[in-house]
């Protein structure tokens, strides 16, 4: 048989050599394996992407609009009334009042301890009630950061002082509050509700000091 005409090489001009042949043939494969290599990442780069897509799928998420934290404040005030001589009020409120902390609060400036109710409002805004047991007027003025009082409002059978700092220029959680000195001490409300919702609460603070008098 007769030997295989050797390739010729455009770019040579001549048939290549057994060398020159055998390079070009281990570089093409170089060239395949490099290719094969490039595709198999791509697939699976793929693979992990979709299965990380099908992962956040079947995860199940949280409500967006959690539930807020709920406390029962009636009967945190049940459990911490044995200290105490008076009563600790415990305001009734409507539906749509939500109560998220409840505590006696210990260790101010004064020596003061008192009773604190934090409330998220029907219309979602800040308000809160503070009862000092034995307070004075500086535990008052520290509670309301220095608030000052510019007229009187009588809710619920108890004249109440109205401090308005809806129009000044400080940061706080007290825009809108009221004070009233009772037999069970000083009492204040107050937060960044609409008035409206302030005097609610502080009605509902009178009815429930006065039934237990």
């Known amino acids: 048989m007769s030997a295989k005409p050797r390739r010729v090489v455009a770019e040579l001009g001549r048939p290549e050599t057994p060398e020159e042949s055998a390079a070009r043939q281990a570089q093409a494969r170089a060239l395949r394996r490099s290719r094969q290599t490039t595709k198999n990442l791509i697939l699976s780069l793929g693979a992990t992407v979709l299965l990380v897509l099908v992962i956040i799928w079947a995860v199940p998420r949280g409500n967006e609009d959690p539930v807020p934290r709920s406390i029962d404040y009636a009967e945190t005030a049940e459990e911490a009334q044995g200290g105490y001589d008076v009563p600790l009020a415990v305001p009734d409120?409507?539906?749509?009042?939500?109560a998220n902390e409840a505590e006696i609060r210990t260790g101010s400036a004064d020596g003061v301890d008192s009773w604190y109710i934090g409330f998220v409002t029907p219309e979602t805004r800040f308000a809160a009630f503070s009862q000092g047991i034995d307070a004075n007027e500086s535990w008052l003025?520290?509670?309301?950061?220095?608030?000052?009082?510019?007229?009187?409002?009588?809710?619920?059978?108890?004249?109440?002082?109205?401090?308005?700092?809806?129009?000044?220029?400080?940061?706080?959680?007290?825009e809108y509050a009221l004070s009233a000195d009772t037999d069970a001490g000083i009492v204040a409300v107050y937060g960044t509700a609409e008035p409206e919702e302030i005097e609610q609460l502080a009605t509902a603070v009178a009815a429930d000091l006065e039934t237990t008098k």
């Open 93 to 98: 409120l409507p539906d749509g009042w939500n």
């Open 141 to 174: 003025a520290a509670l309301l950061d220095q608030a000052r009082a510019d007229s009187t409002v009588r809710l619920g059978g108890v004249e109440w002082t109205v401090y308005d700092s809806r129009d000044d220029d400080r940061e706080g959680n007290t």
